[in-house]
């Protein structure tokens, strides 16, 4: 037990919250990792942990996906640049950023915004030097991730605590988490996790365990719209570099359009577009080249309804269209 993880019992304030704020009375950062696995409740935890700090919280910009987006948020808040907007959800109204008693922000899927390993390492160095530069500016950084070891070890010695989860109560709405104090021992090579210490009624009781209730309907649902978003962009993102990488390492003979594999087998279709390479001056003639290969008379709705099928997987017979003279 140390001075770092005691708390005097305040009546009315979860203890957690009471330890952040005084952090920020010591004119000290409250950098905190949130750590379980998905679907485990870390969003809705940190949610109602800002609530608490911050009742006028503006998830719009509190909220960020990307660390661009919290270097602009960190500068909203100095006053470096204009905020962009003045409206907000929240019941409880709007206040400016930098009118703000405590500055909160999360930071959400931090693991994502460094999925390729080299912009991960960069990641990793840009938040480290983020976390030394603003240490007297009194910010409370939540950032949650599955596992800790996705920052390096270096980065977490400027985190202050790591939130666990130890499970979710769907009924009651609460999930129990273990927040530890995170110290680091230069001897060890290694981090000390200490529980926190709630002094009250002249003893300190070590609390291991909090519960923690699920955050505002109005911030949750606002909080589950941003993360779709997130990940409507992220898919994009994703199909659009599984393409790029299709194109550079498939093999040329999967590049190359075979229509005996995109037309359809069953149908006229391949008959029709061998045929239409050899030119034609109208669909009926066409049509009636492909019955006499096919051995039937080619009804000239159906033909038509294949041709049109043909053109919506690029196979389009007008390129072989004779020219008029």
């Known amino acids: 037990m140390t001075e770092s993880n005691m708390v005097k019992k305040r009546m009315g304030e979860l203890s957690l919250v009471t330890w952040i704020k005084n952090r920020i009375k010591k004119n000290e950062n409250a950098n905190i990792f949130t750590s379980g696995p998905t679907g485990s409740g870390k969003s809705y935890v940190n949610l109602s942990l800002v609530h608490e ?15 661009k987006n919290l270097l602009r948020t ?17 019941p409880n109204g709007y206040v400016s950023l930098n009118k703000k008693k405590y500055k909160v922000i999360i930071f959400e899927e931090f693991q994502i915004s460094g999925n390729a390993q080299d912009w991960y390492n960069k990641l990793s160095k840009l938040l480290n030097m983020l976390l030394s530069t603003f240490r007297h500016q009194n910010f409370i950084l939540f950032i949650n991730a ?61 609390t291991p365990f909090y519960k923690i209730k699920k955050p505002p309907v109005w911030l949750y649902e606002r909080y589950e719209e941003l993360k779709s978003q997130f990940t409507s962009a992220l898919n994009k993102r994703i199909e659009a570099e599984l393409e790029d990488y299709e194109k550079e390492n498939l093999p040329s003979s999967m590049k190359e359009k075979n229509y ?66």
Do not use: C
Not at 74 to 90: G, P, Y
Not at 300 to 310: E, G, I, P, T, Y
């Open 146 to 206: 599955p596992f800790s070891d996705m920052i390096n070890s270096q980065t977490k010695r400027l985190f202050h605590m790591e939130i666990k989860m130890r499970g979710k109560d769907e009924k009651n709405n609460v999930a129990t988490i273990r927040p530890t104090v995170l110290q680091w021992s230069v001897s060890k090579k290694d981090f000390y996790y200490h529980s926190l210490y709630v002094f009250q009624h002249g003893q300190a009781i070590k």
């Open 74 to 90: 960190i500068r909203m808040f100095n006053n470096d640049i204009k905020e962009e907007s003045f409206k907000t959800i929240n």
């Open 53 to 67: 700090l911050d009742p006028n919280f503006d998830p719009e910009t509190q909220i960020v996906f990307s660390f």
């Open 260 to 325: 005996k594999i995109d037309l359809n087998p069953l149908s006229m279709q391949q008959d029709i577009w061998e045929e239409a390479q050899g030119g034609y001056d109208t669909q009926k003639e066409l049509a009636e080249r492909v019955g006499k290969r096919m051995g039937k008379n080619i009804n000239m709705s159906l033909f038509s309804r294949n041709v049109f099928s043909m053109r919506n997987k690029d196979y389009d017979i007008r390129n072989y269209k004779n020219s008029e003279n």
